[in-house]
């Protein structure tokens, strides 16, 4: 009785610290990635993506890795740029793209990777200045069993 007092009392305490949360492991066919503690992530199967929203709304995060069919970065842009109303594509390396919109009047940047057979699609609505140390530990707990869909996600280590 007594240990599980103690054990009651840390746990108290460590809230009442503020500790960080613990992230949450949202998984999705063979990818998966850890959600900060108080951000919500879902998993969409039909596009193999992944959405993810910042505590307060304020920002969110799309994560989708695609088969490419031999289409370039560049070509992907271009679709996207259409979709979204976008900027022109501006290169940023070899087989990657970003572009820049404005979806539901939050700015909107979009970075195109390819990575061998695979595309990665990464989008961020909203200001991600507020969440650098998140955004951050979300980027590199992305994970697959897939070499080519970790492959892409690699990208964003670089």
């Known amino acids: 009785m007594k240990r599980h007092i103690m054990t009651i009392t840390m746990l108290l305490l460590i809230l009442a610290l503020g500790l960080p949360a613990i992230a949450d492991e949202l998984k999705g066919g063979a990818m998966s990635v850890d959600i900060p503690g108080q951000w919500s992530g879902v998993y ?39 979709e979204l109303n976008g900027t022109e594509p501006k290169k940023m390396g070899n087989e990657h793209y970003s572009i820049s919109a404005n979806v539901a009047g939050m700015d909107t940047d979009v970075a195109i990777r390819n990575a061998g057979p695979k595309t990665l699609v990464y989008m961020e609505i909203g200001d991600p200045q507020k969440f650098v140390k998140d955004v951050k530990k979300i980027n590199e707990s992305l994970k697959s069993s897939s070499l080519e869909e970790q492959a892409a996600f690699d990208l964003l280590k670089q």
């Open 44 to 82: 969409e199967p039909g596009n193999k993506q992944f959405q993810i929203t910042a505590p307060d709304e304020s920002y969110f995060l799309a994560v989708q890795v695609v088969d490419n069919g031999g289409k370039s970065a560049q070509e992907f842009a271009q679709l996207m740029t259409k």
